[in-house]
């Protein structure tokens, strides 16, 4: 069973940078993409970004040039850069991966979550 595990989230300024990771075990040969969706308070979980297994992204038109999506297959690991963070950034921050090219809602291995705040 693919296991996913994040990690990063915090407390930033607005203006800041944080890093999240995503740890993957238990047969992550399986992933063909995996990405990020957030949600925020009494909002809907909704995808940030994007990866498949030879590199191709995708991102919310919201995180466009201030987040980059990376992974290390051999690490079986993911990353998402976030720069000049704002406060409408801050949510939950969800990994996902799907064993098809394409990640929605329905996919079937999620992360616990990992909270990001900005705030001054």
């Known amino acids: 069973q693919v296991q996913l595990v994040e990690s990063g989230g915090g407390l930033v300024q607005p203006g800041g940078s944080l890093t999240l990771s995503c740890a993957a075990s238990?047969?992550?040969?399986?992933?063909?993409?995996w990405g990020w969706y957030r949600q925020a308070p009494g909002g809907q979980r909704t995808m940030v970004a994007s990866?498949?297994?030879?590199?191709?992204?995708m991102y919310d038109d919201s995180v466009k040039d201030r987040f980059t999506i990376s992974r290390n297959n051999a690490l079986s690991s993911m990353y998402l850069s976030m720069n000049d963070l704002v406060p409408e950034d801050s949510a939950v921050y969800y990994c996902a991966a799907a064993p098809s090219l394409w990640l929605t809602l329905s996919a079937p291995w999620w992360g616990q979550g990992t909270q990001v705040t900005v705030s001054s």
């Open positions: 238990g047969g992550s040969d399986r992933l063909v993409v």
């Open positions: 990866i498949t297994r030879t590199g191709t992204t």
